[in-house]
């Protein structure tokens, strides 16, 4: 299955037009909600801007040979440290550790919004594909490797995700009864997952349990069963694997990757937090039926969206340009308002990097524990809900 997966998405990935419609749909994706509302709309109650920047092609300039796109400023996350310590930012440093985080939030932020939101994700967050440019911003490239999951693989994931969580509340404070109702669930949701093991071992709970925390877990947790969640070690429950469903390894490949750029970052990350809600909304919403973003009917005049109308073409012209005309001055207030808001960040960097020495380290570890502070609320008050 991984070879079969891996050579359809190496088929996919010399078509650079194919490319090109991944980039658009990978943008939208990571620029809506969880029920597709974002800025690809007028409504300005539900503007979002895209966690990530993902380098758009340009439509003139794109066969099948030949793929011309956005410039993306940054330098890979592989050589990220080396670039901090040209700039005289120590590793484990609070400025260090900032970017982390900020790094880090962004990836799981666009990562749940492609899998639960659009369901169509990128395949190769691997950390030569992720730029960093100035202040943090995150940039996503190469967008040849792809997939699309059903709803019914949404839904499944969704419980997958949620029985992670269940098991690791159990663990620090449940009894032995709690601990194993979770363990079976969460064995139960792998094995329905599509996950098949050796022969001899495939009703083993503590398996099926190890091989969906090495994909969903927080980073740093303990395997059930005295397996290591190092996939190479000789104890990984990777492998005693036979099989894993062909449309999911591509999905396995990036939470497996988000996790050790989690820990090569040094920054805890638990999907199981960020994308709970996000769970959550997709079994609520299982049983409605919707377009992707891709097949609804906005359109675009200038840069205008607008919905356009069932009537005669000639007043369904006229409409799209009344439209039009209507929203311009939401648009430029918008346009305003996120101008507004870049120079205004711009600006808090410059001064923090003018401060003296000491007056810059002890502003970056105080917002460095408040923000380790709010997590930690946050986490506690989901683990009690």
Partial sequence: AVFCELGDAL??????????????KIHLAISCSHDGKGNIRV????NMDPCVTIPLPVGELVTKRVLVMDFVPGVPLNRLAETMKEKGIQPGSPESKLAGRRILDSLAVAF???????GFLHGDPHPGNIFIGEGGKV????CGQFKSLTRSRRVQIAQLVLAVDNYQKAGPTGNITQIDLAKTELANCARGFGIQCINGRESEDDLACAIALVLFSDTGITLPGGYSSNELDE??????LTSFPQELILLGRATV???????????????VDRWGDQCL???ETASQPSLPLWGNR???????????????????????YDTAKKIRLRQVARLFQQWAKGKGKRFGQRLVQRLPPKWKTAFLEYVLARQERLEAQQSNAKKNQ
């Fill in 11 to 24: 088929e996919k990935e010399l078509d650079f037009l194919a490319e090109a419609q991944a980039m658009k």
């Fill in 281 to 283: 909304a997709t079994l």
């Fill in 298 to 320: 906005d359109m675009v005049v200038g840069n205008a969206f607008f919905v356009p109308s069932t009537t005669s073409s000639t007043s369904s012209t006229s409409n799209v």
């Fill in 43 to 46: 409504r300005d109650d539900n």
């Fill in 235 to 240: 104890n990984s429950p990777i492998r005693l």
């Fill in 139 to 142: 940039s996503l490239i190469d």
């Fill in 112 to 118: 749940g919004r492609m899998i639960f939101g659009a």
């Fill in 257 to 271: 990757l988000l996790k050790g750029i989690a820990k090569r970052l040094q920054v805890p990350l638990s999907l």
